[in-house]
């Protein structure tokens, strides 16, 4: 399985942005996924996760700013991630919850800065 996360860029402070994350194998579920993210010289880091009830779990940092949505017909997950912080500066990946080893992706870069 390949999973390939896409719509990183450059954004101010205060900017918004919309990640989204595709699988390259149909029959793919997106079932149990969860965002990742990994800053700089640190460890990678829960983002957010969509429980087996459906409901969405996300780290203290990001709460209230980002929201982790699908779209099943399109096997898409998405992230949008508004009111970014320098410190949301990272890349992001998306994966199993919780991950699975062989899943990681490229990542897509978020940079936030003026």
């Known amino acids: 399985v390949q999973l390939v996360e896409s719509g990183g860029d450059l954004v101010q402070p205060g900017g918004s942005l919309r990640l989204s994350c595709a699988a390259s194998t149909s029959g793919f579920s997106i079932d149990a996924m969860g965002w990742y993210r990994q800053a700089p010289g640190k460890e990678r880091e829960f983002v957010a996760r969509r429980t087996a009830l459906g409901t969405i779990v996300y780290a203290e940092s990001v709460k209230g700013r980002f929201t982790m949505s699908r779209d099943n017909a399109k096997k898409t997950l998405y992230l949008q991630m508004n009111s970014l912080k320098p410190e949301d500066t990272a890349v992001y990946y998306c994966?199993?919850?919780?991950?699975?080893?062989?899943?990681w992706g490229q990542g897509t870069q978020v940079t936030v800065s003026s």
């Open positions: 994966n199993r919850y919780p991950p699975i080893s062989t899943y």
